[in-house]
């Protein structure tokens, strides 16, 4: 059985007391394959004690190295990226083509963070009173923590640690206890590239290791990812604790079709957005939006190629969606099937009955399978449309005009993604205006920003003034600072207790 361990100070450590360890499955077989040390707080203690004694060399640090080391890191990713993959799948159940994916956008922003020379240049004014010149630094927090969601256990840590790192912070990372391997091997590569011991940290866990990261005086910033009452809680918590906090939430995204869209780009596209990693991703479309009087025909191109889909497990090359993480979220999942009924809607695709195909021959039930659902005629409001099932589930609610299907969204809890399919370039440009949502798509079904712009929601989705990676993810692990000085000169004027101003 394979034993999950944290990683403290540049090399793995194991729990110091027996006793509290976690189950990991391989959710393709439904059985345990490894065991997780869940920390206790003298474990976190001691990874956010090895992350500040590294704290003040890193930080003095110079950015060009800092950069190498980073280019380096990218490097040992992508040569990894099939290993990283296979643990990735192993745990998590997504087939490899969307591990190597999920990877590949990790390292989008490892690159983007190479460019920390250029990204941390501040600003500078000469003469901003007589031969006196004012400049602009940001400099980093200290001890910065990430949490982050099962969904996503390489790319969502790649959003977080590389930005953090290269602006001179050290790092505290609390992965999902769920998917953990993945992070060790990163902390590896980290390890090979050549950073620091104790500059990356991981501690393996639960509550207790997020409540004692959210209390701890040295950390000084947290990044969350998950659910939405996590979010939340996370938030409230860490900010009352003084820190600098970010909380990305739970989503329900919502793809609105109006009539004169292309419907086979559109039967593509809320396939492949519905149901990719088993619709466990926060910007999946999980409800379609269609205007009438497309839903007729719409909903039969859609449930055409979902009959064409092939379920399987991760190390099938043929299967295109895996199982669900875990059997209780299946159940949780498959729950909404029934109550789909009870709400007056119609399951056209009934993902219970779906054959399971191919790999190992081990991976049959007792596997944590559901195959790929179609609900039509979902009611607005209701738990179907409303409640953020995650899972490969996909609502179509009939509309009657874009008007009430901007509405729908608007009234949505949350505010993640979303996406409007049109060929009327005005009909597009009101929708991005009008939306109340953080990430449009146009045409686009998962509109995931590139790591040089900003990842965020709106709404329950973000807690906090600051969407992830790109120049918002620079902003939020540094703190600025402005300089005004002036060199002795022979001409300067003595004593003066009036308050400075400009001369
Ligand atoms: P989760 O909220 O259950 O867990 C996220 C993290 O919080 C994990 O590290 C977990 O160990 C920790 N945690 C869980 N319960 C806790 C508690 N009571 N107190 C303190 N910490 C706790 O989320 P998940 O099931 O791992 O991930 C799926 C969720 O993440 C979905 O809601 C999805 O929409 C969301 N998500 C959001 C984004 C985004 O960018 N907005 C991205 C990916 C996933």
Known sequence: MKHITHW????????????????VFDPAVGEVRGRVDLATETEVDAAVAAALAAFPAWRDTSLVKRAQTLFAFRELVHTHQGELAELIGAEHGKVRSDALGEVARGLEVVEFACGIPQLLKGGFSENVSTRVDSYSIRQPLGVVAGITPFNFPAMVPMWMFPVAIACGNTF?????????SASLLM?????????????????????????????????????????????????????????????????????????????????????????????????AISVVLAVDPVGDELVEKIVSRVSRLTVGPGDDPAAEMGPLVT????????????????????????GRDTPIAGG????????????????????????????EIFGPVLSIVRVSSYEEGLRIINECEYGNGTAVFTNDGGAARRFQNEVEVGMIGINVPIPVPMAF?????????????????????????????????RWPDPSHGGVNLGFPVNG
């Open 8 to 23: 403290i100070g540049g090399a793995p450590v194991g729990n110091t007391a027996e006793g509290r360890r976690g189950d």
């Open 172 to 180: 505290v990372l609390k992965p999902s206890e769920k998917d953990p």
């Open 187 to 283: 902390a590896e590569l980290w390890r090979r590239a050549g950073l620091p011991g104790g500059v990356f940290n991981v501690v393996q866990g639960d509550k207790v290791a997020v409540d004692r990261l959210l209390s701890h005086p040295d950390v000084r910033a947290v990044s969350f990812v998950g659910s939405t009452p996590i979010a939340r809680y996370v938030y409230e918590t860490g900010t009352a604790h003084g820190k600098r906090v970010q909380a990305l939430g739970g989503a329900k995204n919502h793809m609105l079709v109006l009539p004169d869209a292309d419907l086979d780009l559109v039967a593509d596209s809320a396939v492949s957005a519905g149901f990719g990693s088993a619709g466990e991703r926060c910007m």
């Open 327 to 350: 059997a209780a979220h299946r159940d949780k999942v498959a729950s909404y099937l029934d109550l789909a009924a009870d709400e007056g809607a119609t399951v056209v695709v009934d």
């Open 360 to 387: 190992s021959t081990a991976a049959r039930t007792p596997g944590f399978w559901l195959g790929p659902t179609v609900v039509d005629r979902v009611k607005p409001g209701s738990a179907v449309h409303t409640d």
């Open 453 to 485: 712009y900003s990842f965020g929601g709106w709404k329950a989705s973000l807690f906090g003034d600051t969407h992830v990676h790109g120049t918002e993810g620079v902003h939020f692990y540094t703190r600025g600072k402005v300089v005004t000085s």
